[in-house]
C-alpha cells in the first residue's frame, strides 16, 4: 500500500460546463474500488462490505454501488430504507442490509426490495418475524456502548433462546464501535469482549463489528467488516498518515479577481479588514453547495499549488480568497477546495467539525465527473 496516494487525475475540462456551475465535483470510482480492495485486505478472511449510506457519503450511489460490486463487494450497509431502494436499483444482486432498523409500517417494502432490516429491539424482532415467518434475512444489532440502537448486552445474553429470534430469520449479528478511531480508548476492548460474549451465546450466526477504524483494531475482524469512510478517502487512522486514497476533488472557478487597499473590508458584516494592499479573488461556490460556513476565516484553498485564505464569512454562493500569493490567479483559473493534499480530514478540522460532515454535506449544484484512476 502505497503511504504517499497519488492524487486523483483532473477531469477532462469542459470549462463552460464548470462555468454554468461555478464549481466541479470529481470522483474518483478507482480510488473507491482500490480503497476497498485494501481495507479487503486487511481482514485476515472476512469478507469487506460497503457502508454506503448517505448516498455512499455523498458520492452517489447509482456511480458507486456498481463500482464496489465490480470490485468484488457483495453486502452493502445503508441507513434508510429509502436509501436501499435506491441501493438495490444499482445493485441487483447484492445483499443490502438497512441499519435503522425496522419502522412500523415498512415490512412489505422491505420484502418487494428484498432488503434486510438490521432489527434493534424486541418489538422489531417480534415484528419482522410476525410478517416473515423467518423466510427473509435480517440482522440483529446488539448495543455494546452507544445507547442508540439494539439490544443491551445483557437482553442479548438473556434472550439467545427467545423463539422471537429464531424466527426472525437473523443470519447476521453485528454491533458498533464507540470510539474505534482512538484505539488507546478502553472502551474499543471492553466492546470487543462484551461482543465476543454475545456471539458465543448465538452460535452459527455471522458477526460483524469493525467500521472504518475497527478494521485496524485487534480483535474486531469476525466475519465481516463494515467499512464506510475509509472507501471514500477518510482517514480511518486519525493522527498517522492516511493509509487510503483521496476520493474527491472539490474545484471551483475564480469570477472576479480584485486589489484593495489596506483598510478595506471582505463580505458580509466586514469580518475581514486588509492589513496592506492585497489582491482577492471570488470564487462562485457558497455554502449553498455544502461548503461549510463555520470555514469562515479558517480554511485556504489552492490557486495553482499556492495556499490562499478563505477571508471573511463564506456567503451562500460565494467564497473569497487572499490571493496577494498567487500570482496564477485570475478570471476563470481554478481554486482546489478539496484535492491536492487539502484532505477532506483537514477541510473538516478548519470547520470546527469531521470529514464526514464535509463529504455527506456536499451539494448537488456542482457539475459532477466520475473518473476511474488506476
Ligand atoms: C456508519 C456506520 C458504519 C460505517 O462507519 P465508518 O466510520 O464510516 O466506517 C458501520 N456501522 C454502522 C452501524 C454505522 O452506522
Not at 478472511?45 to 456511480?63: L, P
Not at 441499519?99 to 417480534?126: C, D, I, K, Y
Not at 495556499?307 to 500569493?325: E, K, Q
Request: aromatic share 6%.
Amino acid at each position: 500500500m502505497p503511504s504517499v496516494a497519488p492524487a486523483p487525475p483532473s477531469p477532462t475540462r469542459s470549462e463552460p460546463e464548470t462555468g454554468a456551475h461555478g464549481a466541479r465535483l470529481t470522483v474518483d470510482l478507482g480510488a473507491i474500488a482500490a480503497n476497498w480492495r485494501s481495507l479487503a485486505a486487511h481482514g485476515a478472511g472476512a469478507e469487506c462490505a460497503a457502508v454506503v449510506k448517505a448516498d455512499a457519503y455523498g458520492c452517489g450511489i447509482g456511480r458507486v454501488g456498481p463500482a464496489l460490486w465490480d470490485a468484488g463487494c457483495r453486502t452493502f450497509f445503508v441507513a434508510h430504507l429509502s436509501e436501499g431502494v435506491a441501493a438495490r436499483a444499482a445493485l441487483p444482486e447484492a445483499a443490502i442490509y438497512v441499519l435503522n432498523g425496522l419502522l412500523p409500517g415498512t415490512r412489505e417494502a422491505f420484502a418487494a426490495h428484498g432488503l434486510r432490516p438490521v432489527l434493534g429491539s424486541v418489538e422489531e424482532l417480534a415484528d419482522w418475524a410476525a410478517f416473515s415467518g423467518g423466510r427473509l434475512p435480517a440482522a440483529l444489532h446488539v448495543d455494546t456502548g452507544m445507547n442508540r440502537l439494539g439490544l443491551p448486552v445483557p437482553e442479548a445474553l438473556d434472550r439467545a433462546g427467545d423463539p422471537r429470534i429464531a424466527a426472525a430469520g437473523i443470519d447476521l449479528i453485528l454491533s458498533h464501535f464507540v470510539s474505534a478511531e482512538k484505539p488507546e480508548d478502553p472502551v474499543n476492548a471492553r466492546q470487543i469482549a462484551d461482543f465476543a460474549r454475545v456471539r458465543a451465546a448465538y452460535p452459527g450466526l455471522r458477526g460483524s463489528l469493525a467500521n472504518s477504524s475497527g478494521v485496524f483494531l485487534d480483535g474486531a475482524g469476525h466475519d465481516l467488516l463494515r467499512p464506510g469512510y475509509a472507501l471514500f478517502g477518510g482517514n480511518p487512522k486519525p493522527g498517522s498518515a492516511n493509509p487510503m486514497r483521496p476520493v474527491v476533488r472539490l474545484e471551483a472557478l475564480i469570477a472576479q479577481v480584485r486589489a484593495v487597499e489596506a483598510g478595506a473590508t471582505a463580505g458580509y458584516n466586514g469580518r475581514w479588514t486588509a492589513s496592506a494592499p492585497s489582491r482577492l479573488a471570488t470564487l462562485s461556490l457558497g455554502y449553498a453547495d455544502g461548503f461549510p460556513r463555520a470555514i469562515s476565516g479558517r480554511g485556504q484553498a489552492l490557486v495553482d499549488g499556492v495556499p490562499c485564505p478563505i477571508l471573511g464569512l463564506v456567503s451562500m454562493d460565494l467564497i473569497i480568497l487572499d490571493v496577494t500569493a498567487a500570482p496564477a490567479a485570475r478570471r476563470g483559473a481554478t481554486a482546489v477546495l478539496i484535492g491536492d493534499g487539502l484532505d477532506i480530514d483537514t477541510v473538516g478540522r478548519a470547520a470546527g467539525t469531521i470529514g464526514y460532515e464535509i463529504l455527506t454535506g456536499l451539494g448537488s449544484r456542482y457539475v459532477r465527473t466520475y473518473v476511474e484512476s488506476r
